[in-house]
């Protein structure tokens, strides 16, 4: 008896482990799983902010210069592509991480009732024993009840100790399991975290690359030229010989006066000079007349 006591104290503290380490992992396992759907879900909610942003980034460019509006359409195009490889993260993590931490709680509930079973079994074993030393005590010399109650008390210790070692050989796979899906639950993660921020640096070195890329002097001429239509020049002069200072215009004055004048004294001496030749001519033209005479009279 005492031997079989010492039996069922060596199981229980065995079934108590167990149980310790299935409520472990059921605790940590669904933190976890919560943790990485919250991970998945913000990730998901960045790749729509992104879409937003790509979505204004292409309504803004259409509104700009040439070479900004080439330079940020790129630069839309390569963060759209992106949000495509984010996407795919989001899509793996959740088929890689979530969902396989989700199926713990399938199995962690598949371990309790085995659990409950070897529990129930140690408990019926326990109450055999009692019952076998109670009926010891109270009919000593009927060796048939004690018989009975000792063959019940068998009974359900082999059943107990069947349990239990089915308990021990699921409890061992499940520990290794765990092991083995924590390994590949987290190195997906790294996995996936890794070919999306690789994919990302590539990408984003090429959307730097196009913002690099703008000229800024072409677009400003652009800008002035859209300001200043083609006769703007032509029109700026004429507002620039308006606009002379008071003296300029002085100075202007006395020299158209002074350019009057000399013309005028210039169409005098003009005048006086006509005036001496036709005198000379008609001069020339007596002469001539009285010489003409002269030659007749002889």
Avoid: W
């Avoid at 002069?237 to 002379?244: E, F, G, L, P, Q």
């Amino acid at each position: 008896m005492m031997l079989l006591g010492r039996g069922l104290d060596a199981r229980d503290n065995q079934t108590r482990q167990m149980q310790d380490a299935v409520s472990n992992v059921e605790k940590h396992f669904g933190e976890l799983c919560q943790i990485f759907a919250g991970y998945v879900r913000k990730t998901a909610r960045l790749r729509d902010k992104a879409d937003l942003l790509v979505n204004e980034i292409y309504a803004y460019a259409a509104t700009e210069t040439p070479n900004l509006k080439v330079g940020l359409k790129n630069f839309a195009d390569e963060f759209s592509r992106l949000q495509d490889y984010r996407q795919a993260e989001v899509d793996r993590l959740e088929a890689k991480v979530v969902e396989p931490l989700k199926c713990y709680g399938t199995i962690v509930k598949l371990k309790r009732d085995d659990l409950r079973a070897t529990l129930t079994a140690k408990s019926r074993e326990a109450k055999q024993l009692s019952q076998l030393e109670k009926t010891r005590q109270r009919n000593p010399s009927d060796l048939h009840v004690i018989y009975q109650a000792e063959n019940e008390l068998q009974r359900a210790t082999m059943d107990a100790t069947r349990t239990t070692r089915h308990l021990e050989e699921t409890i061992d796979n499940f520990e290794k399991q765990k092991i083995r899906d924590i390994k590949n639950i987290f190195s997906e993660f790294i996995t996936i975290e890794m070919l999306f921020h690789g994919k990302a640096l590539e990408i984003y070195t090429a959307a730097y690359q196009n913002i690099q890329n703008i000229d800024e002097n072409e677009d400003l001429e652009v800008f002035r030229s859209s300001l200043y239509p083609p006769d703007y020049q032509s029109r700026l002069d004429i507002v620039r010989a308006n606009s002379k200072s008071p003296l300029q215009r002085t100075g202007s004055s006395k020299s158209s006066l002074r350019t009057a004048q000399i013309s005028r004294r210039m169409l005098r001496k003009d005048e006086e000079e006509d005036e001496e030749e036709d005198e000379d001519d008609e001069e020339d033209d007596e002469e001539d007349e009285l010489d003409t005479t002269k030659e007749v009279l002889q």
